[in-house]
C-alpha cells in the first residue's frame, strides 16, 4: 500500500535547464496537488490537477511552469528555463476525491537545486 | 498577507511537557488541518477540525478552534523526543487547495 511516491528525491539543474518532477499518486487517488516549499517556510500551493485536467494553477507562475497528470502515468511538474530562485523543495499530494474533509496524502518532495 | 500563521515560529521544551501552538488565519474556512513535518520529509496529516466544531482529540492531540477570533491551537501532551518536528496548519475554503502557516518547529529534549 505505497504512499506518494515522488522522483527523484535531489534534482541538481544549471541556470538555463529544464527540471522535470514527477509525482505517482497514492492508489484509487485521482487528484493530485503540487506545492513549493523554500527553507523555514510553510509550503505554497502552485496547482491542483485531476486526470487529463487542470482544475486550479492560480499557485503556479505564469511562465515556465507547467503541469499535466495525464490518463496514464505520474504527474509531471515541468520547469523550463530554471534560474536560481526555483531552488526550493517541491511536494506532491494526492486525495481520493473532491470531499473538502479529504486530507491530503504528501509525499517526501523533491529538493530542487540551481547552480 | 498569509492564510495561517502559527504562533510561536518555535518552541523548545523538556520530554514529558506540553506544547502549545497556536494557528490564526484570516479568511472563512471550511475546515483547518494541522500536519506535521520531519526533516526532509513530507508531510504527514494529524488531525481536521470542521468549521462548525470546537474541540477534537486523536490520542495525545488535542485541537480546539475558535472561529470568531479565526484561530485554532494544537496542543501535545507528555511531549516525546520523537514529537520533534515542524507542525503547520492549513485552511481549506473553496477548492481543495490548502493554504499553510509558516509553522512552528518543536524541539522536544530528551
Known amino acids: 500500500n505505497a504512499g506518494v511516491m515522488q522522483n527523484p528525491r535531489h534534482l541538481v539543474r544549471r541556470r538555463g535547464q529544464e527540471a522535470r518532477l514527477r509525482c505517482s499518486p497514492m492508489?484509487?487517488?485521482?487528484?493530485v496537488y503540487w506545492y513549493r516549499q523554500l527553507p523555514e517556510e510553510g509550503l505554497k500551493f502552485m496547482v491542483y490537477l485531476q486526470k487529463e485536467n487542470i482544475i486550479d494553477e492560480s499557485g503556479m507562475p505564469k511562465e515556465r511552469f507547467s503541469a499535466e497528470f495525464p490518463k496514464e502515468g505520474p504527474s509531471i511538474l515541468r520547469i523550463q528555463q530554471v534560474v536560481r530562485g526555483d531552488s526550493a523543495a517541491y511536494f506532491c499530494?494526492?486525495?481520493?476525491?473532491?470531499?473538502?474533509?479529504?486530507?491530503?496524502?504528501f509525499g517526501d518532495g523533491t529538493r530542487l537545486s540551481i547552480l | 498577507s498569509q492564510q495561517g500563521e502559527e504562533d510561536p515560529q518555535a518552541l523548545s521544551i523538556q520530554e514529558g511537557e506540553n506544547a502549545t501552538m497556536n494557528c490564526s488565519y484570516k479568511?472563512?474556512?471550511?475546515?483547518l488541518q494541522w500536519y506535521r513535518q520531519n526533516s526532509g520529509r513530507g508531510l504527514v496529516h494529524l488531525i481536521l477540525i470542521r468549521s462548525n466544531e470546537r474541540e477534537k482529540h486523536s490520542g495525545r492531540l488535542r485541537v480546539t478552534l475558535d472561529t470568531s477570533k479565526k484561530s485554532s491551537s494544537l496542543l501535545i501532551t507528555a511531549s516525546r523526543a520523537a514529537d520533534t518536528a515542524s507542525y503547520f496548519c492549513?485552511?481549506?475554503?473553496?477548492?481543495?487547495?490548502?493554504?499553510f502557516g509558516g509553522g512552528t518547529r518543536l524541539m522536544v529534549k530528551p
Open positions: 479568511t472563512s474556512i471550511n475546515n
Open positions: 492549513a485552511t481549506s475554503q473553496a477548492g481543495n487547495m490548502l493554504t
Open positions: 492508489k484509487g487517488h485521482s487528484h
Open positions: 499530494a494526492s486525495s481520493p476525491s473532491t470531499g473538502l474533509e479529504q486530507p491530503q496524502h
